[in-house]
């Protein structure tokens, strides 16, 4: 793209993944230390309020940044600058209202959402702490989806990274400071959680600041040669580039925005509804009673940790190939499109299907090490969830494909299809008593893998540029066999060896079966050509690591 300056949409997605891998390990520092200042009944009114703005944040930014991240491409495809600026200008407008009346209703009814949703009235103060972040996050999302549009995904990175960092920091110090001044008042504790989570609303503030910034400091880069000073804008044929109706660009914005927004709330919502359906089906029909019901689905939280890892590393993915491939369209560059899609969707299997096996294959010393003394029921959890989670991150692909195609209300017809088959299953499987919490992530690989085949059959019966599934996952799927059996062999040999070294020995029989494991798939992958010399070209330094590895 003119405006990338070289970054195509692979090293967009390296970007992100590094902002990614930043981001998870600041969240880690933030939430360990805030349990513990809060204790577990302060955290769980931080826990309730974050789970209401989850639902409003879904509504905000799944769908609207996507909408204006394709229209801005497909603008910038055409060359039409003065639709892409009109486009993003009638955007930040759009984005405004929905977040003045999302923080609106936070702010006015805090009360009644944490008594009637949520049943913790106390955590009124902590959803009121919450409503100026929605707003901000929606004016930031704005600026995002422009500069993802026009393929530039570091100001998002970057952004995110600070976002996190001063949500981390203020958080914590707003949190200990608040806890002081009350100490000894009965409101100390939502208060405090409510000065924990007002971190997030300085965090977006800063969020906001630096994306104003770097626009105006990089307009001329964004915007392309017109308001850069090369072309004067008036030298253009008003037939060549005039602008949408703002209407009209507002209805584009929401008739492809509301779609995927409604699908991921609705996934949200099912997954609220899934979380209180397994502790009433434990106890009323499995028969465990309430402190039973409790560790199994705690045990199963853990699980839920560790299962969401590969999704996090294919996220950035699907966000650079929205533009990647409505560009291409849009110039009708139909074998582009293809290539895109079928590349990302192996890189996506070359990433994603090694985690899953490894997740499932070493499930029991992975719980032992980081879970000690939790429900021997993890393991077993932790292997089913291993597999589902390849289904999701084909899920997150396919509908990142089907989207930039122009194909958002299908992909929320697969969602809502997922959700529903996973609610049935959990009803029926989590009752049985020979079955209780295992239910759970069989109803998660069930319908994962639903939706992954009906996606894959809108593909088929819609798109010109479907991915070539066998082409796409017959070497990480061969490489991936190979490396579970190495891990599970290095691993059971060296536990042997080290078993009266305990929790320490798993540790070291753990990492060295990883290490090993890793070592063979490169391999195998490179000899399978899993991952080939031209998709190594993708990816920033790719090209050297390849003359290195005589990659073909």
Known sequence: ???????????????????????KILGFCYKIPLGNILGDEGYSMFMGAYSIYYIFFTLATAGLP????????????NGRVRQEEKTFRVALVTFTVIGTVFALIMFCFPNWLASTYLEN?????SVRAMAPAILLVCIVSAYRGYCQGNGNMLPTTVDEVLEVFFKVVSGLVIAVLVLRAYRGDPMALPMGSAGAIFGVSVGSAVSLGYMIVYKRRHYAALSGPYTAGVVDPNDVPEDDDTA????RIVRDILTIGIPIATGACIMALLNSVDSKLCMNRLQSAAGFSYREAKVLYGVYGKAQTLFNLPA?????????????ISGALARREFKTAAAVSEDSMRISAFLAIPMGVGLAVLAEPIMQVLYPGSHLAGAGLLKIMGAASFFVCLVLMENAVLQASGRE??????????GVIKIVINWFLVARRD??????????????????????????????HRPRLLKVFTGPVLASALMGLTAWGVFGILQRALMHYRRLGTLLAMGIAILAAVAVYLIAAIAFRAVTKEDMKLIPGGEKIARILHMR
């Open 1 to 23: 793209m003119s405006k990338t300056k070289g970054q195509n949409y692979m090293h967009g997605a390296a970007i992100l993944t590094v902002g990614v891998i930043i981001m």
């Open 66 to 77: 996507v909408a204006l991240s394709r229209m801005v491409a497909e603008a910038d495809a």
């Open 121 to 125: 009235p106390d955590a009124g103060p």
């Open 244 to 247: 949408d109706p703002a209407l």
């Open 312 to 324: 996090a590393f294919i996220t950035p993915l699907t966000i650079s190939i929205v533009p990647a």
């Open 409 to 418: 209300k299908l992909t929320m017809l697969t969602l809502i299809t997922g």
């Open 435 to 464: 079955v209780n919490i295992y239910g759970a992530p069989i109803g998660t690989l069930c319908s994962y893998c639903t939706m992954a085949a009906m996606n894959y059959l809108f593909m088929c019966r819609t798109l010109s």
